[in-house]
């Protein structure tokens, strides 16, 4: 079964930067977004990023111009790129793929942002 694979997470200071990836573990077809979420305790989990396969992208509010969504889906992969973090960005980050048929989730990264 094909699993969405996520790194790069850890621990870093208010005002670093992280980034994120997702790869898939084997083929996904007819990929038509890709996007991040994320859930922070006790908060319900948030979309904060998604990209179409056209490459139209989508932010929340709270990361527009800090975070860069970017991905593959000829390699079924795809990027977040964290700058200016912020304590408040603390969550763990989920990674989506949607396709015709289903939903693929990742098992989840979490950051950390010490203030």
């Known amino acids: 079964q094909v699993q969405l694979v996520e790194s790069g997470g850890g621990l870093v200071q208010a005002g670093g930067s992280l980034r994120l990836s997702c790869a898939a573990s084997?083929?996904?077809?007819?990929?038509?977004?890709m996007g991040w979420y994320r859930q922070a305790p006790g908060k319900q989990r948030e979309l904060v990023a998604h990209?179409?396969?056209?490459?139209?992208?989508d932010y929340a509010n709270s990361v527009k111009g800090r975070f860069t969504i970017s991905g593959a889906n000829a390699k079924n992969t795809v990027y977040l790129q964290m700058n200016s973090l912020k304590f408040e960005d603390t969550a763990v980050y989920y990674c989506?793929?949607?396709?015709?048929?289903?939903?693929?989730w990742g098992q989840g990264t979490q950051v950390t942002v010490s203030s």
């Open positions: 084997g083929s996904i077809f007819s990929i038509n977004a």
């Open positions: 990209i179409t396969s056209g490459g139209a992208t």
């Open positions: 989506v793929f949607w396709t015709d048929l289903r939903d693929y």
